[in-house]
């Protein structure tokens, strides 16, 4: 999208959370969150979710990407090689609970009711049976949905 310009003509939303369980202690109210690949990826859902709170979304795609592909697993690294501030990004992750930061993303993951991670909404709807061509094909899709919502035929579709 950011290759082929194709940002500005989206309103693109991030939604860090993946396959969580949440489990709510009805005696103390505190709650835990079981992430698919352990307490780390609850983690770094989390700085993910700051990072989505606190940048715009070019810049979230540019930070999360970094983060995930390996280039470092180090915000400040990424941060500083990307020149982005994530003061804010650091502060909401350094001052909120993981439950906290992240009850809002499992409300939107859970009202999608997706069956695996990653996946593609187009007008937060969820077609189980086309995932993986959204995933493999997502410029010829993204091109298709558009013109057919708005009409107009994108650059570089």
């Known amino acids: ?6 940002l500005k003509y989206t309103e693109l939303v991030l939604v860090p959370y993946g396959k969580v369980s949440a489990w709510t202690d009805p005696a103390t109210n505190i709650t835990t ?10 983690e770094l859902n989390a700085l993910h979710a700051c990072i989505v709170e606190h940048n715009d979304v070019n810049d979230q795609i540019k930070l999360i990407s970094c983060l995930l592909t390996g280039h470092s697993t180090s915000l400040d ?34 009202a999608l009711d997706i069956s695996f991670v990653p996946s593609v909404t187009f007008d937060n709807k ?7 061509y959204f995933i493999y094909n997502f410029p010829v899709i993204y091109c298709r949905e558009y013109d057919n919502k708005f009409n107009i035929t994108l650059p570089h579709c």
Not at 81 to 108: F, N, Q
Not at 126 to 132: D, E, G, H, P
Request: proline share 2%; charged share 30%.
């Open 1 to 6: 999208m950011i290759i082929n310009g194709w």
């Open 33 to 42: 969150l079981f992430c698919q690949h352990g307490h780390s990826e609850c």
């Open 77 to 110: 690294e990424c941060a500083k090689d990307l020149m982005i501030d994530v003061s804010a990004a650091k502060e909401c992750k350094s001052t909120r609970s993981t439950p906290d930061i992240l009850k809002k993303y499992g409300e939107m993951t859970d």
């Open 126 to 132: 969820f077609n189980r049976w086309r995932q993986r």
